[in-house]
């Protein structure tokens, strides 16, 4: 039997003007290929939330922990008390230790103001990070007087951060209902905080669900060391 013979295939020679088309094409495509490997590629940085609920009486101080790191990087006080003329009561938040780099957002101007944050809000590097007081009430004995301060009963607000992590600048925020009543020993109530990781990038107010938001839990750490002479801090 004859095997079938099949003409031989010489391979052709392509010119130098493909080759050069091919080449280009090929690096244009793994050009392409590293270019959306770069846009997919996560962020390294997340913003960790913790839920809190954490009554603040009156003649009390709460440290806050932003990064369970074990050291507190504010103390939110609230300080009362009356004369035979008169009584006064305040409510203010302030960085620890204070030369440490660690600012509450707002402004001296208007009674050294710690702004009441609405949920959205911007919290970031052009913001003014110089207030601390939330609310004030001097008033006689037996009178409710009047608050000053933009904390003065309200709901679901926040303070805007700037800390220090390892010498780097951080943004973060908390979020409280405030009572200035003078009939109740409950002042405010903390309901939550967050952080960024990522070292001067903004922070939103409020925002606690999304791919990069990491949900954690309070430790019993500094804010069991709460305390006062009222009694500390209650839930």
């Given amino acids: 039997m004859k095997r079938s013979s099949r003409p031989t295939r010489t391979p052709s020679n392509l010119s130098d003007s493909v080759h050069h088309q091919l080449n280009m094409y090929a690096l244009a495509a793994s050009a392409a290929g590293v270019g959306m490997l770069a846009l997919t590629r996560p962020a390294e940085g997340k913003v960790v939330y913790t839920p809190a609920h954490h009554v603040i009486v009156r003649n009390s101080h709460y440290f806050l922990d932003l990064n369970h790191d074990g050291i507190a990087d504010f103390e939110i006080s609230q300080l009362s008390g009356c004369s035979t003329e008169f009584c006064r009561a305040y409510l203010y938040v302030s960085g620890l230790p204070i030369s440490r780099g660690n600012y509450v957002e707002g402004r001296v101007k208007i009674l050294n103001s710690a702004y009441a944050l609405k949920l959205g809000s911007r919290i970031g590097p052009k ?69 960024e990781t990522i070292p001067n990038k903004p922070i939103v107010a409020g925002k606690t669900k999304g791919i990069d938001v990491i949900r954690a839990t309070e430790p019993a750490s500094l804010g069991r060391l709460a305390r006062g002479s009222a009694g500390g801090l209650g839930k």
């Fill in 127 to 195: 913001k003014p990070f110089q207030g601390w007081n939330m609310y004030n009430r001097t008033f006689s004995p037996g009178t409710s007087g009047r608050c000053l301060g933009s904390w003065a009963n309200v709901k679901n607000r926040y303070l805007g951060f700037k800390f220090l992590i390892k010498g780097k600048t951080h943004f973060g925020w908390a979020r409280l209902n405030v009572s200035c009543s003078g009939s109740t020993n409950r002042v405010g109530l903390l309901t939550g905080y967050a952080y």
